[in-house]
RNA sequence: GGCUCCAUCGUCUAAUGGUUAGGACGCCGCCCUCUCAAGGCGGCAAUAGGGGUUCGAAUCCCCUUGGAGUCACCA
């Protein structure tokens, strides 16, 4: 067979060099132990929290070397594609503080290492393959998709173990020069395959560098690397990329484990040297009783968008993702809890090797714990950025009384032991409500074995005395007085010992107070909660 | 089904052949307390099963079972 001119047959004249190709991208400067990883996503416009996980882990690495971490859009199959993908993508990372230092942008990109979408790459990938081709590694197959169905049907019913295109299965491997050139005559539409020489039978070991030794078959499928419309497929277009833009660790999920070989293969084929994979466990989730793989069809409320809508903290979800990430990450969050995520020593090797199963109740806690080190101003600035997209309504109450709103985040912020009862943005609206007459819905729930008309005169004498200048003892001091007056004991512990002998105690008689002026059973210190409401609000709702 | 990987409380995990199998979340109880939240103290809760190797096994080996992933002109 004449490959050189298989090669001028299929490919155009047109096509660049190797070796203007490899002139045209220098091999990157790096210091020693610099890390240069990607984020390689299809532009599906749908991004979950797997894929948050994934980028954070290359995004940790590149930066905590001092590396590169760039965005490459890996748009080979046009099918998937959506319209706005791209922008969904890098809007869905940065809104969780992730930036890429080079790659595709919205509009155009930046970096020297472009184009950074792959379909722009065309030519590039198919001069390799016209390499290959040359080198007799490579050949085009006309197979139809049933010819390909066929195929698999008479491999089903010989038992054959391993499936594919692959070995004496291969028809077009032995086509001939005048083959070729009859079919590419009828214009009949071709892939190239690259032609395996491995076995399955050829075991070698790999080492990854979160899975640690792994212990592989060589691939022996002839397997696609140019489609019909002469787009690469993802195996070949990530070995010329990862190589061309100066990758040095391939992160990715470990279902590429199963095609590593065909990667590693097609590395020694080009002739260029592979990166350092990391293939990392993905995010699960329960479904049913089984636990499965996050996915983008059937997980919707896992979208990033979600939780953004959702009014989960940014900060929040990437200190969760980091406990996930790293074994040890909490541990030493909890001795530098002043300290960023982003100042945690990272190690691939503290990475797990089966999947997380992703635990919303324990990202609930982590968040209470953050929310609760903001002081009432960044809570604020977190709050209005939120409900100026989500809650309109809100966002014009908050605003026009940012003063109140700001006291009343303010309580029981203060001091070593800050509330923590804030998960996410979206709760404050129902936790605030009370002070507010334009969302007030009082559920008026009073203590049992209080009667009617002993509430009644609790409220309306309380009225009288509430003075809103009154210090915390004095202001409780009026409420144990007028307690004891009505024959309910300010003593708990006496209580405790003999309920019998009063009427109720001074924490029922609270209740009636909280409930009758919040409209609820549960607030926050109501000395506070009374003062930064205001004695008009305050008197006005005690009135009966 | 073939191949690959994985297996410690319900969940996330620690324990590099010698620990009383540790921590965190959740749950339960008690304390504190004007309610709630927080906080403090305590409790329930795990080495999938079976064989080896060894003075000694969660840890090393084998088998079984269970789980995950993958077998496209998708990535």
């Not at 882990?57 to 993908?85: M, N, P």
């Not at 324990?362 to 002081?375: F, I, R």
């Not at 209580?495 to 919040?518: D, H, M």
Request: with cysteine.
């Amino acid at each position: 067979m004449d490959t050189k001119s298989l090669a001028t047959l299929l490919f155009d004249a047109s096509l660049p060099t190797l070796e203007e190709i490899s002139n045209t991208y220098p091999r990157r400067n790096l210091k020693e132990g610099e890390k240069v990883t990607r984020m390689a996503p299809s532009p599906t416009g749908f991004m979950h929290l797997g894929n948050l996980y994934a980028a954070l882990t290359s995004e940790r690495l590149a930066h905590l070397s001092g590396g590169t971490f760039y965005l490459r859009i890996e748009d080979t199959d046009q099918k998937r594609e959506v319209e706005g993908g791209v922008q969904a993508i890098i809007d869905g990372l940065s809104h969780f503080g992730l930036n890429f230092d080079e790659g595709a942008l919205v509009e155009g990109e930046k970096g020297i290492y472009g184009p950074y979408r792959q379909r722009q790459r065309a030519k590039i990938y198919q001069a390799f393959a016209k390499d290959l081709v040359e080198k007799g590694m490579a050949y085009p197959c006309f197979c139809s998709e049933d010819e390909l169905s066929d195929l698999r049907a008479r491999q089903e019913a010989e038992k054959e173990d391993n499936l594919g295109y692959r070995g004496k299965w291969a028809k077009c491997r032995s086509l001939s020069l005048e083959e070729v050139e009859e079919r590419l005559a009828k214009k009949m539409p071709w892939v190239l395959r690259f032609k395996s020489e491995g076995s399955i039978d050829n075991k070698f070991k790999f080492t990854d560098l979160v899975k640690g030794d792994l212990e592989l078959s060589e691939n022996d499928m002839d397997v696609v690397i140019l489609k019909s419309d002469g787009i690469p497929t993802y195996h070949f277009a990530h070995v010329v990329d990862d190589y061309l833009m100066g990758t040095t660790h391939v992160v990715r999920g470990d279902e590429w484990i199963a095609t590593l070989p065909i990667h590693l293969q097609l590395y020694r084929a080009v002739g260029l040297k592979a990166p350092k994979y990391m293939h990392i466990a993905p995010l699960m989730k329960m479904d049913g009783s089984t636990k499965r793989k996050l996915s983008k069809r059937k997980d919707p409320e896992l979208a990033l968008a979600f939780y953004k809508q959702e009014g989960y903290v940014v900060n929040c979800v990437m200190v969760y993702l980091m406990t996930l990430l790293n074994s040890n990450f909490e541990e030493w969050y909890a001795q530098n809890p002043d300290k960023s995520y982003r100042d945690f020593p990272f190690s691939p090797k503290k990475m797990s090797v089966s999947g997380a199963l992703f635990d919303l109740v324990k990202l609930d806690d982590v968040s209470k714990n953050e929310l609760a080190k903001l002081s009432n101003t960044e809570l604020y600035a977190l709050l209005e950025t939120y409900t100026k997209e989500f809650d309109k309504e809100f966002y014009h109450i908050i605003t026009a009384q940012k003063d109140k709103v700001l006291e009343i985040l303010n309580i029981g912020r203060v001091g070593p032991k800050p509330r923590k009862d804030i998960a996410k943005l979206s709760e404050i609206k129902d936790y605030i409500s009370y002070f507010f007459p334009e969302l007030y819905q009082p559920d008026y729930q009073f203590p049992e074995n209080i009667s009617e008309e002993d509430r009644n005169l609790l409220i309306t004498e309380y009225k009288d005395i509430y003075d809103e200048n009154d210090t915390q003892d004095e202001w409780f001091q009026k409420i144990k007085d007028l307690s004891e007056k009505h024959g309910f004991t300010s003593n708990m512990k006496e209580y405790k010992k003999n309920p019998e002998a009063f009427k109720g105690n001074v924490a029922q008689v609270s209740t009636v107070l909280r409930v009758q002026i919040c409209g609820r059973q549960n607030t926050p210190d109501t000395y506070e909660v009374f003062r930064v409401m205001g004695n008009e609000l305050v008197k006005a709702r005690l009135s009966l």
